[in-house]
């Protein structure tokens, strides 16, 4: 087992895979921008080193910044958690160059999965079903009309270089083509700085169901059966479940055959997760894109399979073979995780950052909290707002969703507002109680709530809020200058009063 692991990341992901090390008896090494000098992560690690400015860019995504650090504790071993660097072929490289191990899988099936199209072809080649389209990037705008016919609307326009949704269309006719086109184009060129496009019939009322994988380096490729993620918000996942509520172990067998298929295809090693579109009424599926990184929804596979996927994941990194055998993985219960935002559900879903003044996280029987934060964090603005992950476990769905309705009770957050109410009111829905979740749950939940409280602000009142929000922010941010040194030394007066260990120049490093 390695000595020494860097976690290339922070929040509670940094905290989920220090607890790993803990476990394993591997010092955790945490890095920290400016904004997070006094953060969770930080303290609970054996060792931070501060890698740069708040911005992400300058230093969450500092590939030589966090290599530097990397080599200066001398660990033996890279985590990079998910988000930020996770999913960059270049950072992977890096690491192995400085001749470090990195906790993921290779570069090279990185850069396959890295482009849409790409992985499309892989998937072909695999004989995994893709949903039909195109496997090239689109030449021009008269390829996209000619396939659009060939393949009949409605039809999806795609980012080659995206994922998760972004610089996504649907184009339901002919003549809303060419603007769908453009309007793609431009928004892949700004998010990924590349403007090619590709082409997928689409899938109507579809719901989203992904597979977790595990391959090693001795050729086995392994799954833990699916997650279901069609309750999405602007292509962000707010509630998974595992099994998904369809719950039909022939789904599952065949699903993670295709999955498995894929895996083998690239010859992957480590987590990863194969996401399928399913398409409700025929039960067909489609091989959509493959994650290579753990997901942020990986706990409620632990809770189901009893398996801990970030212990795997250093097992199978430092060359050693899987610990267990397909025939050994098997399902109990069930498990739903919502993820908690210092967001308001009332303004949009506007970010609502600040600091948390007050914070009664819950527990008790099939409760697991991820968190991020303590009483006292700050929620900073450059970052994502995620605070925390709830995930409860009961032996059906019912008594997972009574385990949920009695968490989100005991859930106090002050000082931010949070989506804890909306997940209240989506824990006593209905619809969601009956399991029939496609991709447009929420669309549905928000007009049924809409139709419930006619007092809802309008969409004019709604943007003014969202506005006013921001300009609030901008102007206490403006006169709160960054972190200072005063800042850090109150961080350790904060904690030697909260009691905790005080702190060893050696634990503060600075590149
Ligand atoms: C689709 C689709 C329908 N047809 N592709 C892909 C990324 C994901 N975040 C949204 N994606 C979709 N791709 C085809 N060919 C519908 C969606 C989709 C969706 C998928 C899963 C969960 C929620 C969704 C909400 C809107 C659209």
Same mark, same amino acid.
């Given at each position: ?8 990341n922070r929040g509670e992901i940094a905290i989920r ?13 945490a890095i920290y921008s400016d904004a997070d000098v006094e953060s969770l992560h930080v303290r609970m690690?054996?060792?931070a080193?501060w890698v740069g400015p708040a911005s992400s860019s300058q230093s969450y995504l500092n ?18 958690g998910y988000g930020f ?79 998760g949704?972004k ?24 998010a ?7 082409? %997928? ?31 999405q918000r602007r292509h962000q996942k707010v509630i ?56 942020v %929804? ?39 995780e919502c993820r908690i935002y210092a967001e308001d559900p009332a303004n949009n879903f506007f970010p609502s950052p600040g600091t948390i003044t007050h914070l009664r996280e ?7 909290i991820d968190s991020g934060v303590a009483p006292h964090a700050e929620v900073s603005i450059h970052y994502d707002p995620m605070i925390a992950k709830l ?17 989100l009770? %005991?859930y106090e957050v002050s000082g931010i507002t949070t989506n804890l109410e909306f997940f209240r ?17 929420i ?14 602000p309008?969409?004019?009142e709604t943007d003014l809020a969202a506005i006013a929000a921001a300009l609030s922010y901008a102007l206490r941010e403006r006169q709160s200058s960054a972190v200072t040194p005063a800042a850090r030394?109150r961080w350790?007066?904060l904690g030697?009063?909260a ?13």
């Open positions: 087992m390695f000595r020494k692991v860097l976690i290339a895979i220090i607890r790993a090390c803990r476990e394993l008896g591997v010092r955790a090494v690690a054996d060792e080193v590939i030589d910044n966090i290599i530097a650090a990397a080599r200066e504790v001398k660990a033996d071993a890279v985590h990079p660097l996770a999913e960059s072929a270049e950072f992977a490289r890096a690491v192995t160059a400085a001749g470090l191990t990195f906790i993921g899988p290779t570069a090279a099936a990185m850069e396959i999965m890295g482009s849409k199209t790409s992985a499309r072809r892989a998937a072909v080649e695999a004989g995994v079903p893709i949903v039909p389209g195109t496997v090239e990037a689109l030449q021009s705008f008269a390829e996209a009309s000619a396939t659009a016919e060939k393949f009949g609307y409605p039809v999806m326009l795609k980012a080659a270089a995206g994922g949704g610089g996504m269309r649907l184009v339901t006719n002919r003549a809303d083509l060419r603007s769908a086109f453009e309007t793609a184009q431009a928004e892949a060129a700004a990924f700085g590349d403007s090619s496009l590709y082409l %997928e019939k689409a899938v109507e009322r579809p719901r989203h169901i992904e597979i977790q994988i595990f391959g090693d380096e001795h050729g086995n490729v392994v799954h833990l059966g699916e997650r279901e993620c069609s309750i998974e479940e595992c099994p998904s509520p369809i719950n039909d172990p022939e789904l599952r067998r065949r699903m993670g055959a295709e999955a498995v298929k894929m895996g083998r295809a690239v010859n992957y090693t480590g987590a990863g997760t194969v996401e399928f579109l399913l398409a409700d009424t025929t039960r067909e599926f489609y091989f959509l894109e493959m994650n290579t990184r753990l997901q %929804e990986h706990p409620v596979t632990e809770l189901v399979t009893g398996r801990d996927l970030v212990r795997e994941q250093f097992r199978i990194a430092t060359g050693a073979p899987l610990s267990f055998t397909q025939e050994d993985v098997d399902w109990q219960g069930h498990a739903i819950p527990a008790g029987p099939g409760v697991r995930a409860v476990w009961g032996r059906t769905r019912d008594e997972a969703i009574e385990r949920l309705r009695r968490a009770d %005991e009111e989506v824990a006593a829905d209905e619809e969601f109680v009956s399991g029939h979740l496609d991709t447009g749950f669309a549905r939940f928000n007009e049924r709530r809409a139709a419930a409280s006619p007092e809802e309008g969409q004019v030394s350790k007066m030697r009063q009691g905790l260990q005080p702190l060893t120049s050696s634990k503060w490093r600075k590149l």
